[in-house]
């Protein structure tokens, strides 16, 4: 019996990595963090029987303290409360499905409680991945990808010797909107952007795959988690969504992980790893699929992935300033107050006025990004 903490249990990778939790009966919750959607978190403690929940605000903690008051359970909110779901003493995993780097400080607590990590929240990486990658190493613990396409490349190391590799081939779906030029994306209206073609994933990071700026996030993960420079990451579009990502080795031999396109994979591969259990639904039927095709990324149209990796090529804060400028817009974006391309627009501004802070520590991370939500505020 496994028992595991999820931080964001009612997003998309929290309820589903509850779905796996339901489906294999042999995985024991003992806690739960939501933002505001407290009455699918009370329906949530109903049903899994934490020990600890926990919100935002504290007004919706006492709105949920009083309908599951006849149940064994702490509510907590605030920093506090989620940081007390990520050292929960019983737990063996934390889960952090939580959107945003909101994050990171309860990722940090979550290592020094000595937790393996599943790690969803990719702002973790993208901006403190300098502090939690060595962490990780000085607590003994394991960052455990649940991002499909990390995920993938988790899996196609296995076994393999990490010092081998040549290059990752990151794929990407490239989004509703591949293939469109830039005139057209200026007319791109929010319901346009959350119709992606194979994925069903939450409002923030659906917006993300239509302006690819996701996959700049992603290119910024693997290079944490992989210990690989930037140079070795490529982004190949792979419109079918079946190959999850590639290996290629010194040798020229390239590995990689293929599936129908279901979170639940590595969901339930990162809680169980290394063992591989049973998940039911649909399976790769390679004569009906015919083929699998690839193209480049077009990064003179979709420029949020060109501007990831001149973030990354600057380092320091300025993947912070990145990661912190894209959502806030994207925020906009879906609040019907900026265009589609105003994202990138956005993203660009707040990267050129930013003075870099080469190594900076988690308090400097947490004003930069105070400070780029400040700037947006003062000029959008």
Known sequence: MKTISILGSTGSIGTQTLEVVRENQDI????????????LLEQQIREFHPQLAAVWSEEDAKSLRIAVADLPVQVMSGMEGLEAVAVCEEAEILVTAIVGMIGIRPTMAGI???????????????TAGHLIMPMAEEYGVKILPVDSEHSAIFQSLNGENRSRIHKILLTASGGPFRGKKWEELKTMRVEDALRHPNWSMGRKITVDSATLVNKGLEVMEAKWLFGVELDQIQVVVQPQSIIHSMVEFVDGAVIAQLGTPDMKLPIQYALYYPDRRYLPGDRLDFAKLGSITFEDPDTETFVGLKYAFEALRCGGSMPTVF?????????????????????????????DG?????????????????SVYEMIESRW
């Open 354 to 370: 930013h003075r870099v802070i080469p190594s900076p520590d988690l308090g400097q991370i947490l004003d930069t990004e105070q």
């Open 112 to 126: 020094r409680a000595g937790k393996d990590i599943a790690l969803a929240n990719k702002e973790t990486l993208v």
């Open 28 to 39: 024991r919750v003992a806690a739960l963090s939501a933002g505001s959607n407290i009455r």
């Open 323 to 351: 990661n912190a400028a894209n959502e806030r817009a994207v925020s906009k974006f879906l609040n019907h107050e900026i265009g589609f391309t105003d994202i990138y627009a956005i993203i660009r501004e707040c990267m």
